[in-house]
């Protein structure tokens, strides 16, 4: 458990208990939540760099193969961009977890982006024959981006509660699909442009700088629960506790390892399809006509294929992150036709049903890769929009089962297991099946055979990932019971019930039910 000591209000002799009056005044401060600009102002400049952050990630996938052509690399060495990549990024993530939990989260945001920027222009500079040199560039990425990515929900954590939560949450997290589908639009495109495929890597470092500028001079950071205890759901003051504690409180809470077993399999599926996907395109029509190699395509034909798929991964993620959200909110507040099956596990069941409704839709969208390419796209999109269910929805749930000291080492230990085994090793085993399947078929048919038979591993680990939210939906009510009597919640709630109803519906300040029955479980 958290070390907690009595929160004390502007007076030091009065201690807080909840009460009809305080209510009140935690609305009026709940309310205002929207109205205070530099929050929302905030909430935008961390858009803008997380879409950077994944805009700079997928300009790589759509350079891929002039990438290859010009430093001479097989499909393995080429995935192993991206897993270079996300090892640095991934093995920076606890340290940046622990810093973050511990000092000023700005900072380090600073620092990170700063590093991310000279590494992508010094990256592009690379001569050939230093394949080696250029990996190294592309890790030192990942360090830089590390620093942002680990610490930023818990800012919006701090600034925001409850539904208004979720739906910052959710504006954050639309940079992953937009991002991902402008990498592709815009690295090809510059490339096409330019003529030089390293102009398409340099212009994310470019907006970069300006990133920069915005974060020091609008970003002010919030206290740790600082949201949160303005409203009430914090009645107690965190004290932060050593490391290791909170790692073995982490352990113990099977709501966070469930949902990250399960999110480690969607970043997987997700990494190996947006880096492949396009290329899949590419052998496929460059078999189409005739060709022995992608090198033969038009640069206009390329441009206009990861224009598509970067296209399709953009609206169908928005959707997808927007459907989300929508119906994790909805099922939760019991909102319209949803009051009959109103619940408090919503997000990991939101969660799993996405990665359910996205196997078919995978399955069938590589295997029309060659039949009808437009099928593909459009497959491609219920598949982006499906799995995009969980970006916003499985940090939410983080962030009511995890104290807030803990967020940011949560997040980081998450993110290293995802990347670890998501989308870090995804590219670069999907790779190596590739190449063991295709032998020495060099031919672009044998590329596109290859790495459809390749896809059946992300396919299976759909499924896993589905039944593994859908485990994290049983264990989330006692998780969540746990955060609010760490929090001081549950104790003032059964307090203020004992003498009169003091919240609103019998539910507690997100929406949850608290009935005799949920608590024991």
């Known amino acids: 458990m958290v070390r907690t000591k009595e929160y004390k209000s502007e007076t030091p002799s009065t201690s807080y208990e909840p009460s009809m009056s305080d209510n009140t005044s935690i609305t009026k401060k709940y309310t205002s939540e929207f109205k205070d600009p530099r929050k929302i102002l905030s909430v935008s400049i961390l858009f803008c760099v997380n879409l950077l952050n994944y805009m700079d990630r997928y300009t790589i996938a759509g350079v891929l193969t002039n990438i290859q052509s010009f430093y001479h690399i097989n499909d393995a060495q080429g995935g192993l961009l991206q897993t270079v990549f996300i090892i640095f990024f991934m093995l920076c993530s606890p340290l940046v977890g622990y810093l973050g939990d511990r000092y000023s989260r700005k900072n380090i945001m600073l620092a990170g982006i700063s590093v991310w920027v000279g590494a992508v222009v010094a990256s592009t500079f690379v001569p050939e024959d230093k394949f080696w040199l250029f990996l190294v560039f592309r890790g030192i990425v990942g360090v830089g981006e590390a620093s942002y990515a680990i610490v930023s929900p818990s800012l919006i954590a701090d600034m925001f509660t409850s539904q208004n939560r979720s739906k910052m949450l959710m504006v954050f997290y639309f940079a992953i699909p937009c991002g991902s589908g402008l990498g592709f639009i815009v690295g090809s495109s510059v490339t096409a442009l330019t003529g030089q495929w390293g102009w398409g890597v340099r212009v994310t470092a470019v907006i970069g700088v300006v990133c920069l500028a915005m974060i020091v001079l609008f970003i002010r950071e919030p206290q740790r629960g600082a949201a949160e205890r303005e409203k009430g759901e914090i009645v ?11 790692i073995k409180a982490l352990l113990a809470n099977l709501t966070y390892i469930f949902g990250t077993i399960a999110y480690t399999a969607i970043v997987f599926v997700v990494g190996t399809l947006t880096f492949w996907g396009p290329t899949a395109v590419q052998h496929s029509e460059a078999d189409r006509l005739g060709f022995n190699s992608t090198t033969l395509l038009d640069p206009k034909e390329k441009v206009q294929i990861n224009f598509n798929f970067g296209l399709v991964t953009f609206i169908g993620g928005v959707f997808g992150v927007s459907f989300g959200s929508a119906l994790s909110m909805m099922l939760r507040t019991g909102w319209g036709p949803f009051r009959c099956v109103k619940t408090i596990r919503s997000d990991p069941i939101v969660c ?39 970006w916003a929805t499985v940090v939410d749930m983080l962030m009511t089962v995890v104290p807030p000291a803990r967020r940011s080492a949560a997040n980081s230990w998450q993110m290293l297991l995802s990347h670890l085994l998501g989308d870090a090793s995804g590219p670069y085993v999907i790779g190596i099946i590739s190449d063991a399947i295709r032998g020495d078929d060099d031919s672009p048919y044998g590329h596109y055979v290859s790495l459809s038979k390749a896809f059946y591993l992300p396919n299976a680990l759909q499924l896993i990932s589905a039944v593994v939210f859908f485990v994290a939906a049983c264990t989330f009510v006692r998780d969540h019971n746990r955060f609010k009597e760490a929090m001081g919640v549950l104790h003032c709630t059964e307090k203020s019930l004992q003498n009169g109803p003091s919240i609103e519906n019998g539910e507690d300040n997100r929406g949850f039910a608290t009935t005799e029955k949920e608590k024991g479980m």
């Open 236 to 246: 107690v003051e965190v004290v932060t506790t050593n490391y290791w504690e909170d």
């Open 352 to 390: 799993g049903l996405g990665a359910l409704l996205s196997i078919p839709c995978l399955y069938l969208a590589i295997h029309f890769i060659r039949k009808n390419v437009t099928v593909c796209y459009v497959l491609t999109f219920f598949t982006i929009t499906t799995i995009c269910f969980n």
